[in-house]
């Protein structure tokens, strides 16, 4: 399967910046690695190319994938390209973290940074875009995952489980240890989240409430 990639797009894979994956190229380049589900088209102009999590094994010398045909990368969904979903916590698969995980993670984070730069007014990092505030859930599970927190499986107590609340744009996060909870808030924050921890009133079950920070 290495004999898919010829040695003109290997280059161009191996000049691709390692922590972003922003990948550069001509025209008929670039389209190649998006038809081989090797990178993606920024859909906010400039439109630049980036890696996919595919694209990145790539250029760390794994196996080169079988050629697929790409989905089209939607407007708002830079950070989840159809390759990567956040876990948001009592999946039914259990956890697996490793390398492979650890670079998709990676990937999709950056890619919601570049995001951030891109749709926030001001160009900052430092809080959520609008795509995370109309995709809450799965905003905060990334959050949490890209700084080392583990999602709970579906039989697993500890790990984090990220819910959807009545409220308007809040999420809930739960985590049975306490001090685990303590650093979930920590994650958000640094995320740009609001936080605040609660209890609720019936079970005493201890929770965080989490909302995108505008400012």
């Known amino acids: 399967m290495a004999r898919a990639l010829g040695?003109?797009?290997?280059r161009v894979v191996e000049a691709a910046?390692?922590?972003?994956?922003?990948?550069k190229g001509t025209e008929a380049q670039l389209a190649g690695l998006v038809k081989r589900g090797l990178a993606f088209r920024h859909p906010r102009a400039p439109h630049d190319h980036f890696l996919t999590p595919a694209g990145h094994r790539i250029r760390e010398g794994e196996a080169v994938?079988?050629?697929?045909?790409?989905?089209?990368?939607?407007?708002?969904a830079s950070a989840t390209t159809?390759?990567?979903?956040?876990?948001?916590?009592?999946?039914?698969?259990?956890?697996?973290?490793?390398?492979?995980?650890?670079r998709?993670?990676?990937?999709?984070?950056q890619g919601?940074?570049?995001l951030r730069?891109?749709?926030?007014?001001?160009?900052?990092?430092?809080?959520?875009?609008?795509?995370?505030?109309?995709?809450l859930v799965q905003a905060a599970a990334l959050a949490l995952e890209a700084a080392g927190r583990p999602p709970a499986g579906q039989d697993t107590a500890g790990g984090y489980r990220v819910r959807e609340t009545p409220q308007p744009e809040a999420v809930a996060v739960y985590e049975a240890d306490g001090e685990a909870l303590r650093a979930c808030a920590a994650a958000l924050e640094g995320a740009g989240w609001q936080v605040g921890a609660y209890t609720e009133p019936r079970t005493r079950t201890r929770y965080l409430l989490a909302s995108p920070r505008r400012v």
Request: charged letters at 25%; hydrophobic letters at 35%; one cysteine or more.
């Open 7 to 10: 040695a003109g797009l290997r």
């Open 17 to 23: 910046d390692p922590v972003s994956g922003r990948v």
């Open 65 to 76: 994938p079988a050629p697929v045909e790409a989905e089209p990368v939607k407007a708002e």
């Open 82 to 102: 159809g390759v990567f979903a956040a876990r948001v916590g009592g999946e039914g698969a259990a956890h697996q973290p490793g390398p492979a995980r650890r």
């Open 104 to 109: 998709e993670v990676h990937s999709a984070w």
């Open 112 to 114: 919601m940074l570049e």
């Open 117 to 135: 730069r891109m749709t926030n007014p001001d160009g900052a990092t430092d809080r959520p875009c609008g795509w995370e505030r109309s995709h």
